[in-house]
Each structure stands twice: as structure tokens, then as C-alpha cells.
């Protein structure tokens, strides 16, 4: 909700006089919460009744975080926005401890993440990881029961909730790296409207664009969802664009690493440099690390 009223007030600076409403509506994704997401369809629970929202003609936009999307849109529908990207870390929360360092041995950590938790399991094999699903007011809740010692979530949600306060530590990006898309905004849109995604046009964040679009190709060539522990980020050295990613088996015994770099000043310089990291990953046997791969 906060994304789509951030959007909302966007959009209304830009045109004062455009009436923009919210419909709030409540995804698969978000009602399954005893089950991780890699066994109950993965992130495509979180866009599905948008996407029917859109279709249906209730909704002329939907807000997503970018990380939840799948890396094919499906036919008739577009990516036609993507916003100015929030930290990209992840976020260390404990009432008890400092860091994950600081953690006894059997100590509770939740995340809902594969890519976390391999990694996690290869730092800290005398921690206990266990999965966390809900909003963020639930997961936080369930720390603060006692139930975690310690919770690792994406800096970004803390940040734009107004819980920065909460963090105890931010994880540093090797070897904790993000998501594809992590900490970005995307605004989806049905490709038969193109004059909404021009409208969106002046929300576009091309540095952000150009990172996500890397990583996300990445992604797209190794299959990636949330069945897949795959993390893929991309920083900015002026016009060069740094990307690391990995591929891990869950429990963190196994795992695959690239790092590319290259100039990008185009969406298509940006996937053909995750196309040759994803290309590194799978010379170096990352497919064996994968479930389902898509070919």
C-alpha cells in the first residue's frame, strides 16, 4: 500500500489535475503464509490478481516490487516503469543481538529467502534457519514474540515504512547479495495502453532501469524464481556497470560465482552484460545447482 501511495503522489505532481485512485486488493501471496513461497507458486502469487485487475479494466496501473516479479512478463502485458531504487541491502533485525556475528549457537533466524538462506547456512552452520512469511508488520511481530532471535529482510521495506530504526546491521553486498531487482519500484501496464506508459515516462529512473534489466536478465537465463537460491546485483562506477551474482545450492555447500563489467547506456548494453555473467554462471556448472532450469 505504501508503494501504490507513493505512486499515487508521484503521478499528482506531475499532473495536478489527474484524479488518481487506489484499489487496494489482497494477492495469493499475501493470504499463504504457512508454506515458503518456492512451494507454493513463487512470486507470481504476489502480481496475478493485479494483472486480472488490469485485464478487467479496474485498474489502468499496478505497483509491484520489482523483485516479485517474474522475469518473463506475460503476453499482453508490459514493465513499463521502472522508479528510482531504494538501498538494495539486506537488513540484519534483532531486539538481542548485533549482529549476526553475535548470535549463539541453535539461535532462530527467519528469512524468507533461499538466496539468504544458502548463504546464511554457509556462514553460520551453527545457527537454525527457519522459513518467515507475511507482511512486514507480521514478520517484525513474530521477532518481537520471540520466536526469531533475529529476522533478515530487504533494507528497502524497513526504510520506506518509517523502520529504519529497526536495523541492526546492514549486510554488506558480498556476500550477501541481493535479488534481481531488489529495492526497485515496477509499474506494470497492458501493452494495448500505450499512452499510460507514456504518462509514466517522466517516473522512469534509467540508472535504475539499466541495473535491474542486467540483473534481471541474469535471472531470466538461469530459471530464476524462488525455487532458485540465485542472487544478481548491479552497481554504477560513473557510466560502468558493475554486476555480481551467484548461484548456491540451499544448504550453502555449493555455489557459483561470476562478476562482470562493462559501459552501458542502453537497456540492451545492460542485458547483454547479464547475458555474459549468466553465461559465466552456467560454464561453471550452475545449472546442477538448479531445480528447473529453464533452457
Given amino acids: 500500500m505504501w508503494q501504490a501511495e507513493y505512486v499515487r503522489d508521484c503521478l499528482k505532481k506531475l499532473y495536478p489535475d489527474c484524479d488518481v485512485q487506489i484499489l487496494g486488493m489482497t494477492t495469493r ?28 479494466g479496474r485498474a489502468d496501473l499496478a505497483v509491484h516490487s520489482l523483485k516479485d516479479v517474474p522475469m518473463v512478463m506475460p503476453e499482453g502485458f508490459d514493465l513499463s516503469c521502472v522508479m528510482a531504487r531504494e538501498d538494495a541491502r539486506d537488513a540484519f533485525v534483532s531486539n538481542n543481538y ?64 518509517g523502520l529504519e530504526s529497526r536495523i541492526r546491521a546492514f549486510l554488506p553486498y558480498d556476500p550477501y547479495t541481493p535479488a534481481a531487482g531488489q529495492g526497485a519500484l515496477g509499474i506494470e501496464t497492458l501493452s494495448k495502453h500505450p499512452n499510460i506508459k507514456q504518462w509514466l515516462a517522466p517516473l522512469n529512473d534509467l540508472p535504475t ?40 545450492s540451499t544448504d550453502g555447500k555449493s555455489i557459483c560465482l561470476a562478476n562482470g563489467s562493462a ?33
Fill in 98 to 161: 548485533p549482529s549476526l556475528e553475535d548470535l549463539p549457537a541453535g539461535a532462530i533466524v527467519g528469512t524468507s529467502s533461499l538466496r539468504r538462506e544458502s548463504v546464511l547456512r554457509a556462514k553460520f552452520p551453527h545457527l537454525e534457519i527457519q522459513p518467515l512469511r507475511g507482511n512486514l508488520d507480521t514478520r517484525m511481530g513474530k521477532l518481537d514474540k520471540g520466536e526469531y532471535q533475529a529476522i533478515i529482510l530487504a533494507a528497502a521495506g524497513l526504510k520506506r515504512l
Fill in 29 to 56: 501471496g499475501d493470504q499463504i503464509l504457512d508454506r515458503a513461497l518456492s512451494k507454493v507458486g513463487g512470486k507470481g502469487l504476489f502480481i496475478k490478481e493485479l494483472e486480472t485487475a488490469l485485464e478487467d
Fill in 209 to 248: 532501469l539499466f541495473a535491474v534489466s542486467a540483473e534481471r536478465m541474469v535471472s531470466r537465463q538461469l530459471g530464476g524464481s524462488c525455487e532458485v537460491p540465485l542472487a544478481a546485483h548491479a552497481v554504477w562506477d560513473q557510466n560502468q556497470m558493475q554486476i555480481r551474482s551467484f548461484v548456491a
Fill in 263 to 295: 559501459q552501458v547506456k542502453s537497456v540492451e548494453d545492460a542485458e547483454a552484460l547479464g547475458l555474459a555473467v549468466a553465461k559465466d554462471l552456467l560454464s561453471q556448472g550452475a545449472a546442477d545447482l538448479i531445480p528447473k532450469i529453464s533452457k
